[in-house]
């Protein structure tokens, strides 16, 4: 999912906003965000989206360490099943998570002494689910890397950020110290949506400024850098199963004309990655 995060207006497709209230089964949902929200200390930053997320009456709760939105007007049942119907789709907000740049010609000899995957053999624009591990082979996170070509592009889960980054920057250090060329990044400024659905290829083509059939005919785990999505340029789409798109900011307008905004919260999001229905092939990151 790659570069910076963006959001989905789409034309003629029934997307709507996917939230939801709670029936006695989506209510445990709700109570693992809530639960992860209350550990994340008084003053949560704000996405780039968050006035969006306030307009569309998103319920904002602090999670991860940011106000993101835990469900909008529909039943959680009702927008996870949105996300899931033929020709529909759904976008969430994961400017939470982390992204990161490993740079330096060892960048990628770095990275295979801290996450499990094969990154010397991954071919640029590929990507890979992976874990990052202790010196024991213990998992610290799991996370999504890209060979983006000159540098290696990384996804780290929101609430396990600050950990994950205080692991790399140690062994970092120790790998740099013995001369070895590395340095990381880490993407601030940029933003993160995450377009989940069976009508998730078509929004994202009707948005898409160029060939379509590059988004259209995208393998599983795989890149596109430095496009333009709905007038955005400089965005990075990953087709990645559940994740999203990376854009620069500021970000761009989600409606306006004839498209409407698709957004959906924290509840469904987590139902969505457990349901065992979901191969997890039907999205994209930005």
């Not at 996450?115 to 998992?139: F, H, K, M, R, Y």
């Amino acid at each position: 999912m790659l570069s910076v995060q963006y959001h989905f207006a789409m034309n003629s497709l029934p997307f709507r906003y996917a939230s939801r209230s709670l029936t006695s089964a989506s209510r445990r949902v709700q109570a693992r965000c809530l639960s992860a929200a209350a550990a994340d200390g008084p003053s949560p930053k704000r996405t780039a989206l968050y006035d969006m997320h306030v307009d569309l009456g998103g319920k904002m709760v602090p999670f991860a360490g940011y106000e993101l939105p835990i469900q909008y007007k529909e039943s959680l049942v009702e927008s996870h099943l949105h996300t899931r119907a033929e020709g529909c789709a759904s976008l969430f907000d994961v400017s939470h998570m982390g992204q990161l740049q490993l740079w330096g010609r060892d960048a990628k000899a770095f990275l295979e002494t801290v996450v499990v995957a094969d990154v010397q053999g991954l071919d640029t624009g590929a990507s890979s689910l992976t874990l990052i591990t202790n010196e024991s082979g213990g998992i610290i996170d799991d996370s999504v890397i890209t060979n983006a070509g000159d540098h290696i592009y990384m996804v780290v889960n929101g609430a396990c950020k600050d950990k994950d980054l205080a692991h790399l920057r140690e062994k970092l250090t120790e790998f740099a110290a013995a001369g070895r060329d590395v340095t990381l990044d880490v993407m601030e400024s940029n933003s993160l949506v995450a377009l989940q659905g069976p009508a998730a290829t078509s929004a994202l083509a009707a948005l898409y400024e160029g060939d379509t059939d590059v988004i259209r005919c995208m393998p599983f785990m795989s890149q596109v850098q430095d496009c333009t999505v709905a007038g955005v340029a400089g965005c990075i789409v990953t087709r990645c199963g559940c994740k999203l798109a990376s854009l620069p900011p500021p970000p761009p307008p989600v409606a306006g004309n004839n498209f409407s905004p698709l957004t959906s919260g924290l509840s469904p999001r987590t139902s969505l990655i457990t349901s065992p229905a979901d191969t997890g092939e039907d999205g994209y990151e930005m």
